[in-house]
């Protein structure tokens, strides 16, 4: 479970986050949306450990990560809108050197790196080295670096930008398969009926404030979540 309470983030006199509270349950694909600047990336970086925030808790699994923030990030994978990746090393090389970091064995490594390799089908270019790839490619290899460890917890924000349809697919599907072994995935999206077709819930801020949380059907009624998220913009 991811645990968010009452989470305040200032930057200088202006405040990011105000006063932040929900929680990611267990086996639940949980979106969460909001404009540009509405304070998604912030709250998320926070969730992870990248940055630290001024009031407030974030427990995952019930260890803090301000205070057992190692702990925290064993259980965590994280895939950034942008995915900064050592641009002069071979794709498998830092695929692997993730894996070391979470101390992956290399039976259950390479196991997993062929799995996604495949279904991501980039198994012909794990040897390049990863300046020669678009940002699509670059988005697969940063979600095969994340999966490899079998997270408990996987975390993206905006996970579906450049990645082609068929990718967009499995990914998915991937997701799916996660929430029915009980794992979390908590993920940013602009793309509303993506969200509205795969979440079971769903968390909209704006200007740094939660303004709607809840099961899918419960935010959105009879309307689509793009109405619902129109409307609470204006």
């Known amino acids: 479970m991811i645990e968010i309470k009452n989470v305040v983030k200032k930057y200088g006199d202006k405040v990011a986050l105000k006063n932040i509270s929900f929680n990611v349950e267990d086996g639940e694909i949980f979106a969460f949306i909001g404009h540009n600047g509405a304070g998604k990336t912030t709250l998320i970086k926070s969730i992870v450990g990248i940055h630290d925030f001024d009031e407030g808790e974030i427990l995952i699994n019930g260890k803090s990560i301000k205070d057992d923030t190692v702990e925290c990030k064993k259980e965590i994978a994280y895939v950034p809108d942008n995915p900064e990746l050592y641009e002069n090393m071979k794709a498998i090389d830092y695929i692997d050197f993730i894996c070391d970091m979470y101390e992956i064995t290399q039976e259950r490594r390479k196991e997993n790196i062929k799995k996604y390799a495949k279904i991501f089908e980039i198994e012909d270019k794990l040897n390049d080295t990863i300046n020669s790839f678009s940002h699509g490619m670059k988005q ?10 079998d997270p408990k917890v996987l975390i993206m924000d905006e996970p579906f930008v450049g990645l082609d349809p068929k990718a967009v697919f499995d990914m998915k599907e991937i997701m799916n398969e996660m929430t029915k072994e009980g794992r979390i995935v908590f993920f940013s999206t602009h793309i509303l009926d993506v969200a509205e077709k795969l979440c079971s819930r769903v968390a909209i801020i704006k200007k740094g404030e939660l303004v709607k949380v809840g099961s899918m059907k419960q935010v959105k009624g009879d309307k689509s979540l ?9």
Do not use: T
């Not at 697969?140 to 460890?149: E, G, Q, R």
């Not at 793009?226 to 204006?234: D, P, S």
């Open 140 to 149: 697969k290899i940063a979600l095969i670096s994340a999966l490899a460890h």
């Open 226 to 234: 793009e109405k619902v998220f129109l409307e609470l913009e204006n």
